[in-house]
């Protein structure tokens, strides 16, 4: 992974189409602004994995595994030791 | 009344006010907007998100508090106006909102898990959801179901 430190106002570049510049810092967050072209598709990281998460949980579930679910949800709780 | 065609209980009756108003879709079918929540006494207490525009599209759900009986919700002022909740405080599970996990069946080496990152957040006197993305979240996206002996939120 490459690291580098930025302060707000500086950019960097990305290939010769991706602009990332550093607009803002607060607190422990970042605000970013990106140029880059339209065919490059941007989003959050939780977007990304939550859309790849539904596109497997759309699957049909084998009614055996969710058997076996519903049978491991209702096992009475161990007692603590 | 009309009926349904469902991914695992064949075709069910459902009334208009059964029907769940999804805006957003879900990410990944954005264009699924309308969905029925069905139980099933032998699939309890597992909830099933049948699509009312395809038949073939069903998510299973883990109500949130099944996973993790101390879960907390945090949506921001962004999505509590989306599901036409009070501003300036987060809801209750249970009484304000359904709050539930989806499920995915995993592969061969991993076991089922539930996205506790991103649960299906339903307001229940509005029927509107959506899947509410949480940012900084302290929960797994793949949190395993039959893994240990308890379900923790990863930290």
């Known amino acids: 992974m490459l690291i580098m430190k930025r302060r707000a106002g500086e ?20 605000k ?20 790849e998460e539904n596109i497997t949980a759309a699957r ?11 049978h491991h949800l209702w096992r009475p709780a161990k007692t603590q030791p | 009344m009309p009926q349904i065609r469902t991914a695992y209980f064949g075709e069910l009756d459902y009334t208009d006010g059964t029907v769940f108003q999804f805006p957003y879709g879900l990410p990944g079918f954005e264009r699924e ?4 929540f069905l ?11 049948q699509s009312l525009g395809s038949s073939h ?26 599901l036409h909740l009070a501003p300036g405080r987060q809801p209750r599970i249970g009484e ?20 506790l990152m991103a649960p299906v957040v339903v307001n229940l006197k509005e029927q509107i959801g959506m899947q509410v993305i949480q940012t900084d979240s302290p ?15 990863c930290s």
């Open chain 1, 60 to 70: 049909p579930m084998d009614p055996e595994a969710i058997a076996a679910l519903v």
């Open chain 2, 57 to 82: 599209l069903c998510f299973i759900l883990l109500p949130i508090l099944v996973a993790d009986a101390n879960y907390r919700v945090n949506l921001d002022a962004e999505d509590l106006a989306a």
């Open chain 2, 33 to 36: 907007h309308a969905f029925v």
């Open chain 2, 39 to 49: 139980q099933q006494p032998h699939t309890q207490p597992l909830l099933f998100l």
């Open chain 1, 11 to 30: 950019s960097f570049t990305i290939g010769d189409e991706i602009e990332v510049e550093v607009l803002e810092v607060a607190g422990s967050r970042v």
């Open chain 1, 32 to 51: 970013l602004g990106i140029v880059a072209p339209e065919s490059i598709a941007i989003v959050r990281k939780e977007a990304r994995v939550t859309r």
């Open chain 2, 96 to 115: 304000d909102i359904l709050c539930a996990a989806i499920v995915s069946a995993g592969d061969g080496e991993r076991g089922p898990t539930a996205n």
């Open chain 2, 139 to 153: 929960y797994s996206h793949r949190q395993p179901i039959l893994a240990g002996e308890e379900l923790a939120p």
